[in-house]
């Protein structure tokens, strides 16, 4: 995720500079909490939440695989939770912040893990390097992509940190499905999945509380990574992305937004719109420096000013793809392969 630059207007804060103190909670609505867990990365946090459901509770997101996350946990299942039991454990997509207690989480109260089958499935797939989730297409992907590995000492580019951050999964779940009505304490809840960020990730709008649950989808300040990964080079997802988002839009305006980074907002439909015009300016950049056949990693540098390290180049690499092949699939770049690298030129 990259911070964005040139925000002018937009979202709101309703809770201004309030942000839960670790282990405690903030109520957004009736019933309806806010806590938030440290991440060991530039994004320093995560936002989860906690929904009142008749005598017990209902979880949603469950927190990188720490143990610091779950010495948290035990502090709020002491104070905030009250001793009431969690009835289920909802998780948005498998990223290792979202996903990693969930297995944890569901030992511990013996509660069912709610997820999409597109998130259950992947999850366990780059747990296991299965599926295509292997460093062999890794490396051809950023080979084939301008990047052959350790031509620029990146030896952190094919690590598999996923189990660090997720120690255990479930190994059975409730599938979760666009369109499902999902009841917590007398509030219908609509699951609408978006794509582009991940494979099948659930977000949860509830009309009666005017709340919307965005998942990593729409965040406040930063934007999404939307990436093309190993498994499936030729993939299209801010394409996904970007019709993910005009779908959002048929959401009411006056909702107060639950993100996974960042404040509770308001303003969907502003932040919506500020979305879509980051990524048309990129493109325009995009087209703009493609005079000549550029590979992704050509590019870099025209969406990333930073120097990037490791970590950050995957997802940079993933992004750069992401844009060239929207380009590509619209006709505005043609595709030149020579020597197994694919290069884009301004059609
Ligand atoms: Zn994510």
């Known amino acids: 995720m990259i911070p964005e630059s040139s925000v002018t207007a937009g979202p709101t804060y309703p809770f201004d500079e309030a942000l839960p103190a670790p282990g405690e909670a903030i109520e957004v609505r009736p019933g309806v909490h806010w806590l938030r867990m440290p991440l060991p990365f530039a994004l320093d946090h995560i936002n989860l939440w906690l929904v009142a459901d008749g005598d017990g509770w209902v979880i949603v997101d469950t ?115 666009d369109g499902d009505r999902v009841t917590i304490g007398g509030h219908e809840w609509r699951v609408i ?87 048309e300016d990129r493109l325009a950049k995009l087209l703009t420096a493609c005079d000549m056949p550029r590979s992704a990693r050509d590019v870099l540098d025209v969406l990333f000013r930073r120097k990037l390290d490791d970590h950050q180049m995957r997802f940079a690499m993933a992004e750069a793809v992401a844009h060239l092949h929207l380009l590509h699939a619209q006709g505005r770049l043609t595709r030149i392969e020579e020597g197994g690298v694919r290069r884009y030129q301004r059609a």
């Open 63 to 177: 927190g990188l695989g720490t143990s610091t996350t779950r010495e948290l946990w035990d502090r709020l299942f002491a104070n905030t939770l009250r001793g009431r039991p969690v009835t289920r454990i909802i998780v948005t997509h498998y990223h290792p912040d979202h996903a990693g207690n969930a297995g944890w989480l569901a030992a511990k109260t013996g509660a069912p893990v709610c997820m999409t089958t597109g998130e259950f499935l992947t999850a366990h797939a780059v747990r296991d390097d299965a599926a295509g989730h292997d460093n062999t297409n890794a490396a051809e992907f950023y080979r084939s992509n301008g990047l052959p590995l350790d031509s620029e000492g990146q030896p952190g580019m094919l690590s598999n940190s996923y189990r660090r951050g997720v120690p255990e999964l479930p190994t059975r779940y409730q599938r979760l499905m």
């Open 193 to 279: 999945c978006v794509f582009g960020h991940a494979p099948e990730q659930a977000t949860l709008f509830c009309e009666s509380l005017g709340l919307f649950i965005s998942g990593d989808q729409v965040l406040p300040r930063i934007t999404t990574n939307v990436g093309v990964w190993g498994n499936q080079p030729d993939a299209n997802p801010l394409a996904h992305y970007l019709g993910s988002l005009e779908r959002l839009a048929s959401l009411p305006p006056h909702l107060r937004v639950l993100p996974s980074h960042d404040r509770v907002f308001e303003g969907l439909h502003d932040r919506l719109a500020q979305l879509h015009r980051h990524h």
